[in-house]
């Protein structure tokens, strides 16, 4: 019975490690996204598939978590602690997708005023 436990520890630890190192990787691939102006669509949609797999890592730990404060004899407190960090980190991920939505927006907004404008040289030159 012993080792089985023992067992589960190193699975959970080993899993837990691994979720914390995908989440920094993903956190340090998507910090120059973050950080400057979009410079292409495509550029856009990747920070948006980066945010939806860390929003997915985040869930399965929020799942992980609520199984182990159901183990407790007393869940209330851990849950409200749960639902508490739940609601924060969601309301995160949400304003990062609209300030993502909003810089891809704005790059296609400059790319068509540059394109409006390569017309109107083009034919100010024409006359």
Request: one cysteine or more; proline letters at 1%.
């Amino acid at each position: 019975m012993r080792s089985i436990i023992e067992k589960n520890r190193f699975t959970n630890f080993f899993y837990i490690k691994f979720v914390i190192f995908i989440f920094i990787v993903l956190n340090f691939f998507s910090l120059k996204v973050f950080s400057n102006e979009i410079n292409t669509s495509k550029e856009g949609q990747m920070s948006l598939e980066n945010l939806k797999i860390q929003k997915k890592i985040f869930l399965s730990e929020v799942s992980k978590k609520e199984n182990y404060c159901l183990e407790l004899f007393l869940s209330g407190p851990c849950l409200e602690k749960l639902i508490i960090e739940h609601d924060t980190k969601m309301r995160e991920f949400e304003l990062k997708k609209q300030e993502i939505a909003r810089k891809i927006r704005r790059y296609e907004a400059n790319l068509r005023k540059e394109k409006r404008e390569k017309k109107l040289r083009i034919n100010q030159n024409r006359q």
